[in-house]
């Protein structure tokens, strides 16, 4: 869901550590994405250690894997895994979408 362009904010804020201010950068995402077939991640492996999933994750565009082999993390947060910001705007850099500053 995080990282479909095909999904809204609304249905990835749930599961992102720090959603504040995202609006624009998941519009954005969305818009890249529908101009190249989509934009989706296709994990490779989940390494857990306690509260933290390190995942290992391909990048495809249109689906074809354009960025393999990226690497990421996942925390336990009040019982629902959900993605760093740190992760979520790494992923959007790779996807030359840009998330703010702040």
Avoid at 25 to 51: K, N
Avoid at 70 to 93: H, I, N, P, Y
Wanted: aromatic letters at 10%.
């Amino acid at each position: 869901i995080v990282f479909s362009s095909a999904t809204t904010y609304d249905e990835k804020a749930p599961y992102l550590v720090d959603p504040t201010g995202l609006e624009e950068t998941v519009a954005t995402y969305q818009d890249t994405g529908e101009s190249m077939g989509g934009i989706t991640l296709v994990p490779d492996a989940v390494t857990i250690d306690g509260d933290v999933a390190e995942v290992q994750y391909d990048l495809l565009f249109g689906g074809t894997p354009t960025y393999p082999d990226l690497s990421g993390d996942a925390v336990l947060f009040d019982g629902v895994w959900k993605v760093t910001r740190e992760m979520f705007c790494g992923m959007m850099a790779s996807a030359r979408v840009g998330c703010p500053t702040s």
